[in-house]
């Protein structure tokens, strides 16, 4: 198939590399260096999607970023990716897209009756009529705005592709790479400053490799190469390309995303599809361009009405004719060079131009060159359906107000120029007070919050020749301050074409008796009419006309929208356009993967897995894991068919009845060592402190300043200032930074240091009947006896040949001990233990056990001590000193903490001894009463008890003092269950702690 | 995100701190009587202010030194910053 719109000999494509692709299931071919956008227009293709709102047809009208119509989606290899922009996609062999917002097709639209109901869709349409009734929305109107609407269809699939995050530091960060970047990098990087150039698009150099300009007796695109590749070979310098800086945080920090794969058929092996880059500058060079705005018209939505610039770009860059029958309008001299080349590859262009009689450079040579050019003259409105046939034009009042005789004129296509508006996002982001300038009707970047700069035509400086002398010296002075050095550079001479002044002209007025519509924002399909209804309806703010008609809301962040918007508001209300102000610029600059910004932090990436030297025993005998925070912890070990429950039930009898051993090394540990030690613990636990002796363990309650629990544990003094801590798996990190908080900022007069040991200990908890048989054959030197290691005693043992500790500690309410040695020794430890077990029955317990062991013996663990509960609530009170002061000590006199019937912990037993009650229930007086049921406590642990063989619970109950022997109702409306319980006491088993102690 | 010169370590990204709340606020001295108004006061009631604050940081992934923050809460403008036993002038 030939590229009926490609001219020979243009264009800076390769040509000898042929690419076939796919659109809307159509195969067409393209060349290497080509868009999908270039590709479809070579081959004619102009209607390539349906607008958001009234689905009309939607052509391209511009050349990159700025682009609000030709959103597509796109298959690669296997995936699919929702609102990319057809300008920016580049082509590859294989590619396939399809028009977004159409059903059933782009050519059939049903969505396109809204189109004929335009009537009933105005400003504001949305919020006035789908409010009412309010059933209707999820049936009605929802399922129909979605089916309709939207940008494409994001995959459910998991995503192959892997996405990287860098951490970047340089002198220099720049970003674009048009004429103000490549001088300003040039001269810092001579300086010797660490700079990176960022371009968005596969091609360096910017409007340099479509205009006509000389630097330096070299064409723009020359020498914007000969620089680029002198960069390239200086250390100090990273250049990229296909980078888009979107973000301007504080602090300097930008942020990047690299698109390393996307103009591949596939990703490389070991490659990422996308890298973001988070990069801390010492200044920043904003060189991001300009964009080019449009005229407002009848119809101006109709494909094949563009930018003219975007028409050059696809012409000077892609060798692609966007008509054959051009028809330029224009209210600068921009117009005449997208004409010039048109001319100058044998077409013939008609320019209208809104300014009666301007002079310049540009003009004459049009005019020599014998292009046909029609002053005061404007376009009212294109013509064609789904693709422009013909051009309705008038000549036009000096006054702007009042149209000629109208005429029609045949063309393919209306490339439109409205002057130049600044690409100020960045510098917006960043917080510098953007200011209007009057000269060219646009915002530039004013006041600076950060070191940043804007160069060129983003600071809306349009000459070459300023531009360049501006941003050589700014390079150099920025990169001198950091440097100190001082590399001279000559400046290179500029051959540019002067221009005349714009015309202050951006809106053709409607002509007598005609309805066309005439829009302002092409991706939400806002029209002139929109923005007069909301100011009508009394919106006065530009930030909430923005809102109610969407102007500006869209994908494309309204980059070819804003400044007409503003134009539009402004002259309504006659106000001046800065008084109008203007909306705020927010980060992303372009839609960005929401894979590149979650990174490699995905599935097992997405946290750390911590896993105990004893793992991988643990998986060689059939554990199960459970995620306890960043740990991996086996929750039971299956035996046969055995599910979770029966499991667990034979692990927890095996303690009662056996010995069992449990991996514990999961417990924080910290290590606290130095003279005030006992004060530091005294000060922190609620209990007393300062009278433990060597080799004692003591159990400790620490409360938060606000008297609610934060954690507890037992803590070990090893020697006269040595005391080993243990805090909960889950709050480690935090009483680490608890501690450190006072010693470091309340009592630095305390001599402690404090630091983690918890990966340097493993730990088994060797609990059961038969713990202290087993324990005198592991320590056969050691007195283990009732009287050699008391309850809360403490030893160091030799476990042949490795040092161990050995806590007489229990969780699990049997005669229990822990036993802790060097983490490179944990698997011996725990094989040691399994072997001399074996005659004793041993078995290894999960999680699952240890929660049920706990609970039966009414001991509270991290679902009693949520955040939420104080000491009393516990049946900690008692370790609550009377004495002495602790942090959050003053706090257990509020009166909410004191009142008489003040939650607290009890056990529950369901009357049928059968139904086990779903952690969460809550527990009420009567099943039947209205709601909201009053609550007065709620389930907080469930176990099967296998002491008695029936199920049992832990709650915190309001009153639960007084409450043991009532019968309440737990009710678990998620479970669907209402379960008939007694209140008993929270010690079910073993209620006097005869058993650790024997 | 933040860049913040820690005292110890140097300019590090605000990832590497955790936040610690109003530095100016400081703990009654322990085992004395203070009204419930006082202890609320230091528990609770924050100034929450625009504009110039001191604040506690801690660099948990760098030193683990909590430091003190000069910072504007509504510039996040970083004026400076202080070690744990530094006077703030
Ligand atoms: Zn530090």
Redesign the interface.
């Known amino acids: 198939m030939t590229q009926a719109f490609r001219i020979e000999n243009v264009g800076l494509i390769n040509r000898d590399k042929k690419l076939s692709f796919k659109f809307n299931g159509k195969t067409y071919f393209g060349y290497e260096g080509d868009t999908l956008a270039s590709a479809l227009l070579a081959n004619g293709v102009h209607l390539v999607g349906r607008s958001f709102k009234y689905h009309r047809p939607r052509g391209f009208f511009g050349a990159g970023v700025d682009e609000p119509y030709a959103v597509v989606q796109l298959y690669r290899n296997g995936e699919t990716e929702p609102n990319i922009k057809a300008t920016e996609q580049e082509l590859f062999e294989g590619l396939e897209a399809k028009s977004v917002n159409c059903w059933p097709s782009v050519n059939f639209d049903i969505g396109a009756i809204n189109n004929f109901l335009k009537i009933f869709l105005p400003a504001g349409f949305y919020y006035k009529t789908f409010m009412w009734p309010k059933s209707f929305w999820y049936q009605i109107y929802e399922p129909f705005i979605r089916k309709a609407a939207g940008l494409g269809v994001a995959s459910t699939k998991h995503d192959k592709e892997r996405y990287e995050h860098k951490?970047e530091y340089s002198d220099l960060l720049i970003a674009g790479s048009g004429p103000s970047g490549l001088a300003s990098a040039y001269a810092a990087a001579k300086n010797g400053a660490k700079v990176i150039l960022a371009e968005d698009k596969p091609r360096f150099g910017g409007t340099l490799l479509t205009s006509d300009v000389n630097i330096g007796n070299q064409s723009g695109k020359d020498w914007a190469e000969g620089i680029i590749a002198e960069l390239k070979t200086m250390p100090n310098v990273v250049v990229k390309n296909r980078s888009q800086i979107f973000g301007y945080?504080?602090?300097?920090?930008l942020v990047m995303s690299e698109k390393v794969s996307d103009h591949l058929p596939s990703t490389k092996k070991y490659h990422p599809n996308k890298r973001l880059w988070?990069i801390?500058a010492k200044e920043v060079l904003i060189s991001s361009g300009s964009i080019e705005r449009p005229i407002v018209f009848g119809n101006n939505d109709t494909p094949g009405v563009m930018l003219s610039s975007a028409a050059k770009e696809y012409l000077k860059v892609y060798g692609v004719l966007v008509g054959r029958r051009p028809l330029v309008f224009t209210n600068n001299d921009s117009g005449y060079e997208t004409a010039i080349e048109f001319k100058k590859h044998g077409v013939d262009p008609v320019v209208l131009d809104s300014r009666k009689n301007p002079e310049s450079e540009i003009i004459d040579e049009a005019k020599n060159l014998g292009i046909n050019i029609k002053n005061s003259y404007v376009v009212v409105a294109a013509q064609g359906y789904k693709k422009v046939k013909s051009a309705d034009i008038a000549s036009i009042s000096e006054d702007k107000k009042q149209l000629g005789k109208m005429e029609n004129i045949l063309c393919d296509c209306i490339c439109v120029s409205g002057f130049w508006t600044p690409t100020i996002h960045l510098a917006s982001q960043s917080?510098n007070k953007i200011k209007f300038k009057e000269e060219i009707d646009a915002f530039v970047p004013g006041q600076s919050?950060q070191n940043e700069i804007t160069l060129g035509a983003a600071n809306g400086v349009f000459s070459l020749e300023e531009t360049l002398k501006n941003s050589f010296k700014a390079g150099s002075e920025l990169s001198k301050k950091i440097t100190e050095n001082d590399i001279e550079i000559a400046i290179p001479n500029v051959v540019e074409k002067k221009s005349s002044q714009h015309d202050k002209f951006w809106c053709v007025p409607l002509p007598k008796g005609k309805n066309y519509k005439r829009f302002l924002d092409f991706q939400n399909d806002v029209a002139v009419s929109d923005i007069e209804i909301a100011l009508r309806e009394g919106y006065r703010s530009i930030e909430h006309v923005k809102r109610y008609t969407t102007l500006g809301m869209a994908t494309d962040q309204g980059k070819t929208s804003n400044l007409n918007g503003l134009q539009l508001v402004s002259e309504i209300e006659n106000k001046v356009v800065p008084a109008v102000g203007h909306t705020t610029f927010r980060p992303p600059y372009t839609p960005v993967s929401i894979g590149a910004i979650v990174g490699r932090e995905v599935g097992k990436h997405s946290k750390p897995t911590r896993k105990s030297p004893m793992h991988s025993w643990h998986e060689k005998n059939n554990a199960v894991f459970v995620d306890a925070g960043v740990w991996l912890r086996p929750r039971y070990y299956k035996r046969g068919n055995e599910n979770l429950f029966e499991g667990s039930k034979r692990e927890a009898k095996n303690v009662r009845t056996n010995v069992g051993v449990c991996d514990v090394t999961t417990l924080g540990k910290i290590d606290i060592k130095g003279p005030d030690a006992a004060e530091l613990l005294n000060?922190v636990y609620t209990n007393a402190w300062l009278k433990l002796p060597i080799g004692k363990a003591r159990y400790g309650v620490m409360l938060r300043?606000?008297g609610i629990v934060m954690d507890d544990g037992t803590t070990t003094r090893i020697s006269e200032n040595h005391y080993h801590m243990t805090t909960t798996t889950a709050q480690a990190a935090n009483v680490l930074?608890h501690l450190?908080?006072y010693l470091?900022?309340?009592w630095?007069e305390l001599n402690v240091n404090v630091v983690s040991t918890t990966e340097q200990w493993a730990g088994a908890a060797i609990a059961g009947p038969k713990s202290r048989d087993l324990l005198q054959k592991l320590f056969p030197n050691s007195d283990v006896s009732n009287e050699g290691l008391p309850f809360m005693g403490y030893i160091e043992g030799d476990l042949f040949g490795v040092k161990a500790r050995i806590f007489r500690i229990s969780f699990s309410g049997e005669l229990a001990y822990e036993v802790n040695v060097e983490s490179d020794y944990g698997n011996f430890m725990w094989e040691k233990i399994m072997e001399v077990g074996e005659e004793f029955n041993i078995q290894p317990y999960g999680t699952e056990a240890l929660s049920t062991l706990r609970i039966e013996m009414g001991h509270v663990a991290g679902s009693e001590l949520d955040g939420r509960t104080i000491p009393y609530d516990n049946a900690l009170e008692g370790l609550v000193s009377k004495k002495?002061?602790f942090i959050g000590k003053?706090?257990l006199?509020?009166s909410a903490f004191t009142v008489e019937d003040r939650q607290r912990i009890v056990g529950v037993v369901p009357l049928d001894k059968q139904t086990s009650i779903p952690e969460g229930s809550h527990l009420v007086k009567d099943d039947k009463a209205p709601l909201p049921n009053p609550k007065l406590g709620h389930i907080s642990a469930s176990c099967w008890s296998v002491e008695y063989d029936n199920p049992f619970s832990l709650a915190i109950l309001k009153d639960g003092k007084n409450m043991i022997g009532q019968k309440l109702f737990a009710m678990s409306p998620l479970k669907n269950k209402v379960i008939p319980v007694e209140i008993v006491s929270s010690h079910y088993v073993d209620p006097k702690g005869e058993r650790v102690r024997s | 995100m933040l860049y913040i010169n820690c005292p110890h370590c140097g300019m590090r990204s605000q990832n590497e701190f955790s936040y610690g709340g109003d530095a100016s606020v400081k703990r009654p001295e322990l085992n004395k009587e203070l009204s419930d108004q006082e202890w609320d006061n230091f528990v609770y009631n924050r100034k929450s202010l625009r504009g110039k604050h001191l604040e506690f940081w801690q660099h948990i992934s760098g030193c683990r030194q909590w430091i003190k923050v000069e910072r504007d809460t509504a510039t996040h403008e970083i004026f400076k910053t202080f070690k744990a036993d530094e006077e703030v002038a």
């Not at chain 1, 945080?249 to 920090?253: A, G, L, Q």
């Open positions: 951490y945080y504080d602090h300097n920090m988070y801390r917080g919050k000060r300043e606000d930074s450190e908080y470091q900022l309340v630095p002495k002061d003053r706090s006199q509020r």
